[in-house]
């Protein structure tokens, strides 16, 4: 009698749904889903190999598993460009004096108006 193993189940799901290909490892205590990035280093995800009592455990794998493949840039919607990085110190340093600059000279321009 083979027992289904839920979590197991979802991390293969979300490779393959994904188009990666995948190698099972089994241990005693543990079952290593294997796969390699596009960069060609391996990953994995680890699930138990009892199935666990825990309603949470297949939601966690798959998230880890949606979560490596991300970081790795291997899911659909991460081939979107990255979020434009923060300015440097020294360029928001520059931003603020530009704009500290053109208050004071719009205060001194409403001074000159009023003193006249």
Same mark, same amino acid.
């Given at each position: 009698?083979?027992?289904?193993?839920?979590? !197991?189940?979802?991390?293969? &799901? =979300?490779?393959? #749904?994904? $188009?990666? =290909?995948?190698?099972?490892?089994?241990?005693?205590?543990?079952?290593?889903? /294997?796969?390699?990035? #596009? +960069? $060609? %280093?391996?990953?994995?995800?680890?699930?138990?190999?009892?199935? *666990?009592?825990?309603?949470? *455990?297949?939601?966690?794998?798959?998230? %880890?598993? #949606?979560?490596?493949? /991300?970081? &790795? $840039?291997?899911?659909?919607?991460?081939?979107?460009?990255?979020?434009?990085?923060?300015?440097?110190?020294? =360029?928001?340093? =520059?931003? &603020?004096?530009? !704009? +500290?600059?053109? /208050?004071?000279? /719009?205060?001194?321009?409403? !001074?000159?108006?009023?003193?006249?």
């Amino acid at each position: 009698m083979t027992m289904k193993n839920e979590a !197991l189940e979802a991390a293969l &799901d =979300e490779l393959k #749904r994904n $188009g990666i =290909e995948t190698t099972v490892a089994y241990a005693s205590r543990h079952i290593q889903v /294997r796969w390699l990035n #596009r +960069l $060609g %280093q391996p990953r994995f995800a680890t699930v138990s190999r009892r199935e *666990s009592h825990e309603s949470h *455990s297949v939601q966690n794998t798959r998230r %880890q598993v #949606r979560n490596t493949l /991300r970081e &790795d $840039g291997m899911l659909p919607e991460t081939n979107k460009p990255p979020p434009p990085r923060p300015p440097s110190r020294i =360029e928001q340093l =520059e931003k &603020d004096l530009e !704009l +500290l600059n053109s /208050r004071i000279a /719009r205060v001194e321009q409403i !001074l000159k108006e009023v003193s006249i």
